[in-house]
């Protein structure tokens, strides 16, 4: 085990798309073999992936079916014991080229940033991490409580300030894709899926809430 895989937990949600899991997890076990890995899983525990959890290393929160993926993401992070957490949803996959060494080392070195989202591309056809083009989401919001007005805005509007560790770049934003390094401890202080999101909606507020209500600070990579 590498001293980076023993300070993560991959967590991510999932329900009734088990080729999914099976994929992600197994690109997980090619690159980090013995990262740990807690899925917040929608489906009955007597499903065929039960087996699959346990001969992957993968622990395994069972929750009633369709209780929705907050439930699920807030059921996975109470199990992670590790310093960091790193966020995924099930259709993602593990390439070469990952490394999260690349985070790591910006939030080692740079206390102030919380959460560090990475680049994520989106594959078409055969899965040779050929075919792909960027997928960009990150965010800026503003917010105007007496007229009840939110906006999100794509970061890049803003010219964003640029930050290095170790000639890395990073850029401050609100908000990032569900690709992301978490401090583990951030969870204590409020940052929360808010469970009455069951699909759809919830990654806005999650961001949302800890801008307005908490000092944690996000970063895309």
Not at 57 to 66: E, K, M, R, T
Not at 70 to 94: H, K, P
Not at 184 to 190: E, K, M, V
């Amino acid at each position: 085990m590498t001293m980076d895989e023993a300070r993560v937990t991959l967590v991510f949600a999932t329900i009734a798309r088990p080729h999914c899991v099976q994929r992600l997890v197994s690109s997980v076990r090619q690159k980090y073999p013995r990262m740990k890995i807690a899925v917040g899983d929608q489906g009955l525990p007597e499903r065929t992936l039960s087996r699959f959890y346990e001969q992957h290393g993968v622990q395994a929160i069972f929750l009633p079916h369709d209780a929705g993926v907050s439930r699920a993401r807030n059921a996975a992070v109470a199990q992670v014991d590790t310093e960091y957490i790193l966020l995924a949803d099930d259709d993602f996959i593990i390439s070469p080229e990952t490394d999260i060494s690349i985070p790591l080392s910006i939030l080692d070195q740079d206390r102030s940033v919380d959460i560090v989202g990475g680049l994520l591309y989106d594959m078409y056809g055969d899965i040779n991490f050929k075919n792909r083009h960027v997928r960009r989401w990150e965010r800026m919001f503003f917010t105007d409580k007496e007229k009840e007005l939110f906006v999100a805005l794509p970061m890049d509007m803003f010219f964003p300030i640029e930050r290095k560790v170790r000639g890395q770049s990073y850029f401050m934003c609100d908000a990032v894709m569900n690709w992301a390094l978490m401090r583990t401890d951030i969870f204590q202080p409020g940052a929360k899926w808010d469970d009455r999101y069951t699909c759809n909606g919830e990654h806005e507020d999650f961001y949302l809430n800890i801008k307005c209500n908490t000092d944690i600070k996000v970063a895309y990579c």
